[in-house]
């Protein structure tokens, strides 16, 4: 069985950095890919940053050049760094995870959810 627990979550002012967590258990990170996918109310499902098993990264142009997407195999953790934060940034954050190779920032691609933490930016 596939957990996610995501962890990093909270409120900062315009320009402040967060890093957010996903820690996994019944899934090796290093073999997939995972992806960060953020949520605002009434606003659909975003995709915003993913790695594959190579370690190769695509990111939302909204996020490009300000969040980084990491993991650590050894820790079974995925990271997401997030600079420069915006007030359009708020949202509610999920780690996800897919089954397949290929890397990919689509909603409808991963099978796996954490539960989600809360991120909002102050401006």
């Known amino acids: 069985q596939v957990e996610l627990v995501e962890s990093g979550g909270g409120s900062v002012q315009t320009g402040g950095s967060l890093r957010l967590s996903c820690r996994a258990s019944g899934y090796k990170i290093g073999a997939y890919c995972m992806g960060w996918v953020r949520q605002s109310p009434g606003k659909a499902r975003e995709g915003i940053a993913a790695i594959d098993s190579d370690g190769d990264t695509i990111y939302a142009d909204s996020v490009t050049g300000r969040f980084t997407v990491s993991k650590d195999s050894a820790k079974n953790t995925l990271y997401l760094q997030m600079n420069s934060l915006k007030p359009e940034d708020t949202a509610m954050y999920y780690c996800?995870?897919?089954?397949?190779?290929?890397?990919?920032?689509?909603?409808?691609?991963?099978?796996?959810w954490g539960q989600g933490t809360q991120v909002t930016v102050s401006s």
């Open positions: 996800a995870a897919t089954r397949g190779l290929l890397v990919s920032l689509r909603p409808v691609d991963y099978n796996d």
